[in-house]
């Protein structure tokens, strides 16, 4: 019980963590707005609990040193062995979320070397560096905080289960929400994008002046929730189609200077 406790708290401190850096991510990198991040209402990205997860299960549990004799060696196999296990996890997470309920939760497509939008490059090196900072700097903290978390587990126990209640049923709103998306364009094979629609879903709003919600992004009126979702899609599909036109346009152009020279 003390491990499911312990490993329970390290998901939670993760997902919340995450949550916050995507949150800040948003606003002054990407999207330039306040947009709640991830598939869930609450503020929790699940990737990023299973992330810390993955990382102090690599750092604590797997017999890293037992490789070779090279101290540094046996640590750098596994700082990427981490951050190649957190980029199958997204891949597989992705996929999960394409395949089954047609929605896209993030987007490469623009990324050199991207795997079906899901994975890249760029983002799988990132993965590696957040691998390296936990196995060089975090550990031994990490490691302070669960040994006192096992040692007094049962006043995490109640805590725990009711986050884990509260995760279920948003887990299960969000499903609901996806299904509700897909019906409305039943019609169409697109493969709804997550964070753009709830960007769209909050323009849309603001133009009409009406109120929209951080956390519940998707709120609205009945009667518009077809045709706002109608409208994301239409719009996403039109900006990637018009980025594509604008590259196949560029490289027309090198080619034809290159002949030309």
């Known amino acids: 019980m003390e491990i499911v406790v312990e490993y329970g708290v390290l998901f939670f401190l993760g997902a919340i963590g995450g949550w916050i850096i995507e949150l800040f991510f948003r606003r002054y990198v990407s999207q330039k707005k306040w947009v709640n991040p991830g598939f869930l209402s609450g503020p929790v990205v699940p990737l990023y609990g299973f992330g810390i997860i993955s990382f102090y299960f690599f750092a604590n549990v797997i017999p890293w040193q037992s490789i070779s004799s090279i101290s540094w060696l046996n640590t750098l196999i596994e700082v990427f062995a981490a951050g190649l296990f957190m980029t199958v996890i ?8 394409i395949n089954g309920m047609h929605v896209k939760l993030w987007d490469y497509s623009k990324r050199p070397g991207n795997i079906m939008g899901i994975i890249c490059p760029l983002f799988s090196a990132i993965w590696l560096a957040c691998g390296a ?110 980025w594509v036109a604008a590259k196949m346009a560029k490289k027309a152009a090198r080619k034809a200077k290159k002949k030309a020279e």
């Open 90 to 97: 997204e891949f597989i997470a992705g996929l999960i979320f």
């Open 133 to 242: 900072l936990y196995v060089y700097v975090f550990n031994p903290w990490f490691v302070q905080m669960t040994t006192a978390i096992g040692e007094q587990w049962m006043y995490w126990a109640l805590p725990l289960g009711t986050a884990i209640g509260v995760l279920a049923v948003d887990f299960g709103y969000s499903v609901h929400l996806v299904t509700k998306i897909r019906q409305s364009i039943a019609d169409s094979k697109v493969v709804a994008s997550w964070e753009k629609m709830k960007v769209s879903f909050q323009e849309h709003l603001q133009e009409r002046k009406q109120k929209s919600s951080f956390l519940l992004a998707f709120t609205t009126r009945k009667e518009n929730f077809d045709a706002m979702v109608k409208e994301s899609v239409a719009k996403n599909k039109k900006d990637y189609d018009d």
